[in-house]
């Protein structure tokens, strides 16, 4: 792997408690090339613009791409960790091929990933609650006006410094109009145009007041999917449920997580579907007791008001210590980011290394 280190870190000019989530990126970035039908080797190398890309480069004519979110932490011992990169791995290659790109190699993926974190570690904030977002992404960098496969791809690895992003319970509205998958699309990958899509219909609901959507299935609204950029959760009395992940619902790490935690801790919980109508009965009946959405960004961020056709839902106020939310957020992040047993093998430590540079 080439590495061509920065000369001065930016780290000391810049305050990271005060950034906003996504707008500061750290020294370097990873970059791995695919050209004539094969991986070139992967180089990192200052973060910037310049690598070449036109207004006719195909991903963004055709929309070849898709991307992976992760994080690195540090404990108080200065050491730093990843979180189940295993599964991101999996993941940006099932949708590389659902998107008819090349799967990324294991050891341009994994070991680019390790070298990386471990050449910025020094980025990584050490209090609980913090880390480092990285950003593994794909897409097709061929210049060409043509509506076919793309023959060339970029694979890159970028980091941003990751405080809160979102502060506070989040008021939902759930969807009766715009759709964020269909059955047999591209729902379950982490294509970069499903995201795009999601804007419009979540801005007009930032008009209403909300901060995000419920998504539910396209053809009769009726079943939760996703909610923004997150699994959903429901709680009805001690039960935790979520939709089972399907086509048009993304495998989350996050919510693979929280739920082997849940049934850990005992809570039983149902992987079925949602109708919205009998969310709405369970907060009639008082049976609701918590909603919430679980990502990588957020890890889990409670729901405080739910918007269900033309009336606004309040959702119970519960404190911590018997909010499932509150407990099983508390107990991931502490697995996360080292500062507790792993009984599930989750943690990865990233080794720090002398590398040598060219």
């Not at 009639?284 to 033309?310: C, H, Q």
Request: charged share 25%; glycine share 6%.
């Amino acid at each position: 792997m080439k590495i061509n280190k920065v000369l001065k870190s930016k780290l000391h000019t810049i305050d990271v408690n005060n950034v906003s989530f996504g707008s500061t990126f750290t020294d370097h970035m990873l970059i791995c090339r695919y050209k004539n039908g094969k991986w070139e080797e992967p180089e990192i190398m200052p973060f910037g613009t310049d690598i070449g890309l036109s207004p006719a480069t195909m991903a963004v004519n055709y929309g070849q791409a898709c991307f992976e979110g992760m994080k690195a932490f540090k404990n108080e011992n200065d050491e730093v960790f990843l979180f189940r990169p295993d599964k991101n791995f999996e993941r940006i290659n099932i949708s590389a091929k659902r998107l008819a790109m090349p799967e990324i190699p294991k050891d341009v993926f994994m070991d680019g990933l390790q070298t990386f974190v471990d050449l910025e570690r020094e980025w990584i904030p050490s209090e609980l609650g913090k880390s480092l977002y990285l950003r593994p992404v794909l897409f097709a960098s061929e210049e060409m006006l043509l509506a076919r496969i793309s023959e060339e791809y970029i694979f890159a690895i970028l980091a941003t410094v990751a405080n809160n992003y979102y502060s506070n319970p989040l008021k939902v509205k759930i969807a009766d109009h715009y759709t964020r998958a269909a059955n047999g699309g591209v729902g379950y990958t982490k294509a970069a145009g499903n995201y795009a899509a999601s804007f419009y219909p979540t801005s007009l609901a930032r008009d209403q007041g909300y901060d995000q959507i419920i998504w539910t299935d396209s053809i009769t609204h009726t079943y939760f999917e996703e909610s923004g950029t997150m699994n959903v959760m429901v709680r009805i009395n001690d039960t935790l449920i979520t939709p089972p992940v399907s086509d048009t619902i993304l495998n989350g790490v996050t919510r693979n997580s929280i739920i082997e935690l849940a049934r850990k801790n005992g809570i039983e919980v149902k992987e079925e579907k949602i109708n919205k109508n009998d969310v709405y009965k369970a907060h009639k009946d008082g049976s609701l007791k918590e909603m919430f959405g679980v990502g990588t960004a957020v890890i889990v961020n409670r729901f405080s008001e739910v918007g269900y056709e033309n009336e606004s839902l309040q959702l119970p106020a519960i404190d911590e210590k018997d909010s499932f939310a509150a407990k099983l957020k508390q107990e991931l992040l502490l697995i996360q980011s080292g500062r507790s047993e792993d009984p599930f093998g989750w943690r990865v430590k990233v080794e720090e290394k002398n590398t040598v540079l060219n």
